[in-house]
């Protein structure tokens, strides 16, 4: 992972940090501190002070999604009827209340969003997107590319 070099106030220390802990974010603070060259006293304070400043917003679980049944992948170009600020809104509320949308993004192109989506098949899928999607808040028309494949998940 590259993290950017021109933000003022990381230096080679702390970008090194954010590097190992992108890589393994349950890392004990001494395995840590003996990787970017600390003692663990300092790195527990540069870990805490990168937190407090947002660069590290959180730790999680990577889940695998075959062993929870949820391997068919498909996305889905949104258009919408309207995109004023109110229905951009509401469109974003309704989103974050489906599980299996696991991410959404707004798109500047020839459509408004494009909604990554995880079922156990197609046939789950076809009911998340005709039951689900669809009724989602000013939703006026979308199309799905399913994944074959994924090369690169995750990360920064």
Same mark, same amino acid.
């Given at each position: ?13 702390? $970008?090194?940090?954010? =590097? ?9 603070? /001494?395995?840590? +501190? ?7 006293? !300092? /790195?527990?304070? $540069?870990?805490? =002070? ?9 730790? =999680?679980?990577?889940?695998? !999604? ?9 996305? +889905? ?9 109110? +229905?951009?809104? #509401? *469109?974003?509320? /309704?989103?974050?209340?489906? !599980? ?7 798109? +500047?192109?020839? *459509? ?13 899928? $076809? ?7 669809? #009724?989602? !808040?000013? %939703? ?5 590319? %399913?994944?074959?494949? #994924? ?6």
């Amino acid at each position: 992972m590259r993290i950017r070099t021109d933000t003022d106030h990381l230096d080679r220390i702390d $970008r090194n940090i954010l =590097r190992v802990l992108a890589g393994d974010g349950r890392i004990s603070i /001494a395995d840590l +501190a003996r990787q970017v060259g600390l003692s663990k006293s !300092p /790195a527990q304070v $540069r870990v805490k =002070r990168l937190q407090d400043q947002g660069y590290i917003q959180g730790f =999680r679980a990577v889940l695998n !999604p075959a062993k929870l049944g949820l391997e068919h992948v498909a996305f +889905a170009e949104v258009k919408l009827t309207d995109t004023t600020e109110k +229905a951009l809104t #509401a *469109f974003n509320a /309704a989103v974050l209340k489906v !599980p299996e949308i696991e991410e959404c993004h707004m798109i +500047a192109g020839s *459509f408004d969003y494009l909604i990554k989506v995880r079922t156990s098949d197609i046939q789950s899928y $076809r009911l998340v997107l005709g039951e689900v999607i669809s #009724a989602l !808040p000013h %939703v006026g028309a979308t199309s799905t590319h %399913v994944s074959m494949q #994924a090369v690169k998940e995750g990360g920064v």
